[in-house]
């Protein structure tokens, strides 16, 4: 298979492709929980985390809130009441409402139901898959790359060429990082 790498343990990685490397940007800026998108993509949260660092994605911000706090029997009754009240699942909105993490509450979600649970699907991710919102201005955010035309994590409007494409034309650049 042209898409599975065979490491020494006898373990297979799949290789990412375009595709999804698309869609882990697209939920990287719209959900910031690395627990909901390994479970939306199918891939461990190792993997997910690696491939954001290879693409460049920024490091998640979580505002000071600690994942690893101890819940409380009150707050995981009602944490349960409000996602079983729920048809669609705003996971920031809840995360916000207990001063947790998304991550967090994901994996209270997922303790208490299962990793395949019909449940995980009423969580919102907000992500549009057909409008891919490529900025044009000077912040950061989804650039197509000029070389690959493929789309990546650009830090600001000089960021231009994805991290794959820089380092396979390192001898092509000049002392500034330009082609």
Not at 7 to 31: F, K
Not at 126 to 153: A, D, E, Q
Request: proline share 3%; aromatic share 6%; hydrophobic share 30%.
């Amino acid at each position: 298979m042209s898409d599975e790498k065979k490491l020494s343990g006898g373990s297979v990685r799949r290789q990412w492709t375009t595709e999804e490397n698309q869609r882990l940007i697209d939920l990287w800026h719209s959900t910031g929980s690395i627990a909901l998108i390994s479970l939306l993509m199918d891939r461990n949260a190792a993997s997910i985390q690696t491939q954001a660092s290879r693409i460049n994605l920024p490091q998640r911000n979580e505002d000071g809130m600690n994942h690893r706090r101890r819940w409380s029997t009150d707050d995981e009754v009602r944490l349960f009441e409000i996602i079983d009240s729920l048809e669609r699942i705003d996971i920031k909105a809840v995360a916000r409402q207990f001063d947790r993490s998304t991550d967090a509450i994901v994996s209270k979600i997922v303790d208490r139901y299962g990793k395949n649970s019909p449940i995980l699907s009423r969580i919102d991710t907000n992500v549009t898959v057909s409008s891919r919102n490529l900025v044009s201005g000077p912040g950061p955010g989804t650039r197509l790359c000029l070389s690959c035309r493929k789309p990546f994590h650009s830090s600001g409007k000089k960021h231009r060429i994805c991290p794959t494409c820089t380092t396979n034309n390192k001898e092509k650049l000049d002392d500034y990082g330009y082609f």
